[in-house]
C-alpha cells in the first residue's frame, strides 16, 4: 500500500518560514520524481516544484528564489522549505509522487500565512 504522510503545515505571519516533509512508503522512492503542489480555497491545484529522480529541481515562477525543494532516499522523505511566505501562499499543499504511469497523492498538509 502507497502512502505519502505530509506535516509541517500551520499557521505563520507573512515572512516567515514552515518547512513541510513528505514521508514515503509503498512505492521505490528513488526512482520517482516527487513533487509539491497546492490549492488554495477557491482555485484549482497548482504545481509548486518538483525534483526528479537525478535532483534536477524546477519551480514555479511565483515561489522561485523563496521554496527549496530537497529529497532524502536514505530517510525516503521530500521536503519543501518556505521562506519569506506571503499569505498568497495559503493553501492545502500536496505531496505527489509519480512514476509513469503510477502517480500517487498524499492527503494534504494545511499552509495559513496571515497578514
Known amino acids: 500500500q502507497v502512502q505519502l504522510e505530509e506535516s509541517g503545515g500551520g499557521l505563520v505571519q507573512a515572512g516567515g518560514s514552515l518547512r513541510l516533509s513528505c514521508k514515503a512508503s509503498g512505492i521505490i522512492f528513488s526512482l520517482n520524481v516527487m513533487g509539491w503542489y497546492r490549492q488554495a480555497p477557491g482555485k484549482q491545484r497548482e504545481l509548486v516544484g518538483i525534483i526528479t529522480d537525478g535532483g534536477v529541481l524546477t519551480y514555479t515562477d511565483s515561489v522561485k528564489g523563496r521554496f527549496t525543494i530537497s529529497r532524502d532516499n536514505a530517510k525516503r522523505t521530500v521536503y519543501l522549505q518556505m521562506n519569506s511566505l506571503k499569505p498568497e501562499d495559503t493553501g492545502v499543499y500536496y505531496c505527489?509522487?509519480?512514476?509513469?504511469?503510477?502517480?500517487?497523492w498524499g492527503q494534504g498538509t494545511q499552509v495559513t500565512v496571515s497578514s
Open positions: 505527489n509522487a509519480q512514476r509513469l504511469p503510477r502517480n500517487y
